[in-house]
């Protein structure tokens, strides 16, 4: 039994700590204006408890987080090569649309991605953005990959030594892993590593999420998935760890027998490696990747659609593949984040014609500009509450 004076006591704090509890939380009204009044607002003034913010919007500058996963397995050298003598024609279009990007690259190498997370640009930097002048050559060194063009030489090298048994050597087994990249090629899980943690703050909460796997193989190669090796176990980490992100899955692989068949390693005299299992290093139809890619979505305007696009890794020019992507991309970029849920319904006026008319949608905070309004800039106006003056 509690002495009375204590009784009182407690009973008097439960009855306190009531109150508090059921009391309105208080926020510090100087951080609410601080956050929706920050660089990007042209003006802000604050006034019977809400912050009017006025801001510059081009459409379709939206912002995009854009990962590359690039296949470094044996076998890969000459598709890198390739796109990267045609990642400019990618950059043209984001850049002619004024899309706010940042580009991030990680190999299908689990053990690597674990332990490194993103590669390094030869900048030292983690991403790539339309702030850096030389975003091309930034690109292109990275995605051609040395470790893929040391591990198919030292293939061809025991091959023309050894013959078809090579892989049967001591030389093979001791010197393989010092060359060579894993050959277990992991695209999905290495990029649910890298996503559900948000490595190195690379996302965005107000960005899209754009991925791009380029592989010509399948998920491990035939060996059993794990769980975060399937398309399903990605798309459950997304809706769980980033409900409210828009995103999309593009897939650059193998599509058929014809070019499973042709993405071979060939030696220089265009002699196939072989061993007496068949071909040393062979490629495998990207089944787990089209099924992530053709999985259920909606696009920006809530229309259903696939996932993402499934291009050919064995078209000879990839022009196509990267003006397609691209051109996505820009169009997806027609959404403008506001601060807050707005008090009231926001207005938009075109900049240099106030009479002018733009169409477009709001759910919650973001506003979707109509397609084929890319290019217009616009004012933007807004109240958020931010609490008694």
């Given at each position: ?5 204590t009784?009182?006591?407690f ?19 100087n951080?609410?204006?601080?956050a ?35 296949d470094?397995?044996?076998?890969m ?15 043209q ?7 706010d990007?940042?580009?991030?690259m ?13 590669l ?28 893929t063009?040391?591990?198919?030489n ?9 013959g078809t ?13 010092s ?16 996503i ?14 754009n991925?791009?796997?380029i ?8 060996k059993?998935?794990?769980?975060n ?12 760890k ?38 040393a ?7 787990e990747?089209?099924?992530l ?12 659609r ?9 078209q ?74």
């Amino acid at each position: 039994m509690y002495p009375m004076c204590t009784r009182t006591q407690f009973i008097i704090g439960i009855i306190f700590g009531s109150l508090i509890a059921c009391s309105p939380t208080k926020f510090n009204q100087n951080q609410q204006i601080a956050a929706v009044c920050d660089s990007s607002a042209t003006s802000c003034i604050t006034k019977n408890g809400s912050t009017e913010v006025s801001q510059s919007y081009k459409v379709g500058s939206g912002k995009v987080d854009i990962l590359f996963i690039n296949d470094n397995s044996a076998s890969m050298s000459k598709v890198q090569v390739s796109m990267s003598a045609k990642f400019v024609g990618f950059i043209q279009n984001l850049d002619s649309k004024s899309a706010d990007y940042r580009i991030a690259m990680i190999t299908t190498d689990l053990n690597s991605v674990i332990q490194n997370r993103f590669l390094n640009f030869s900048n030292g930097k983690k991403f790539i953005t339309n702030a850096d002048s030389d975003r091309v050559s930034l690109f292109n060194n990275a995605i051609v990959r040395d470790e893929t063009l040391v591990c198919e030489n030292f293939i061809i090298g025991m091959f023309n030594t050894f013959g078809t048994g090579f892989q049967s050597t001591s030389q093979y087994a001791n010197e393989y892993y010092s060359k060579c990249p894993s050959p277990d090629t992991r695209g999905i899980y290495a990029a649910n590593v890298v996503i559900s943690e948000n490595s190195s703050s690379f996302l965005r909460d107000d960005a899209n999420l754009n991925i791009i796997l380029i592989s010509n193989d399948n998920v491990r190669q035939g060996k059993a998935l794990e769980a975060n090796d399937s398309a399903g176990a990605f798309i459950s980490m997304m809706q769980n760890k980033h409900p409210n992100k828009y995103w999309d899955f593009n897939s650059i692989i193998v599509k058929d027998e014809a070019c499973r068949q042709s993405q071979t390693l060939y030696t220089a005299t265009s002699q196939i490696v072989m061993n007496q299992y068949g071909p040393a290093v062979s490629a495998g139809i990207g089944t787990e990747y089209v099924n992530l890619s053709n999985s259920a979505a909606k696009d920006i305007d809530g229309n259903p659609r696939p996932r993402g696009q499934i291009l050919d890794i064995c078209q000879s020019d990839y022009s196509h593949h990267f003006s397609a992507m691209s051109i996505q991309i820009a169009q997806e970029a027609r959404m403008f984040t506001m601060k807050c849920v707005p008090s009231e319904a926001p207005s938009v006026i075109v900049a240099g014609n106030p009479q002018a008319s733009v169409s477009y949608t709001v759910s919650g905070n973001k506003i979707i500009f109509a397609k084929g309004t890319e290019g217009t800039s616009v004012t933007i106006n807004y109240k958020c509450y931010t609490g008694p003056t």
